[in-house]
């Protein structure tokens, strides 16, 4: 399946319209700041059940949000576009790879919707 690439049309902060991804969650963030912060998967885990209350969304809500070609995995660009989309934190490779490697319990290289409930749990 294929989604149609689309614009904002009302730029952030006087910028040019931004592309919108297919997990797009509206955070409020400006387009090419890294973080500065060091995430840790526990600090990770404790922004994003933090955002899901916010936004009263599911897990599973979510995890279909990050997962922008349903393959009912979520890979680490869709991971990073997830955190920055909902969190409002742009995170490097390297944080986002230590984040999957502490979730991904069958490793695979990826986060399945349990390895996410399970990790997203046991913040509660």
């Known amino acids: ?18 592309p919108l991804h297919a997990n797009d ?8 700041t890294m973080s500065d912060d060091t995430w ?13 209350k916010d936004k009263g969304m599911s897990i599973a809500d979510m995890f279909a949000a ?3 070609d349903s393959d009912g995995s979520i890979n680490g660009p869709e991971l990073h576009h ?7 934190d742009i995170l490097s490779p390297a944080q986002i790879s230590v984040i999957i ?3 991904d319990v069958d ?3 990826r986060i399945g919707l349990e390895e996410l409930r399970k990790a997203l749990s046991e913040e509660e």
């Open 101 to 103: 490697q502490s979730l």
């Open 40 to 52: 840790s998967a526990e600090e990770a885990m404790s922004k994003l059940a933090d955002a899901l």
């Open 1 to 18: 399946m294929t989604v149609p690439f689309q614009t904002r049309s009302i730029p952030f902060h006087g910028q040019s319209p931004q």
């Open 25 to 32: 969650l509206g955070g409020q963030r400006s387009p090419h």
């Open 107 to 109: 490793e695979d290289h």
């Open 82 to 88: 997830g955190i920055r989309d909902m969190v409002g």
């Open 66 to 68: 990050f997962d922008a």
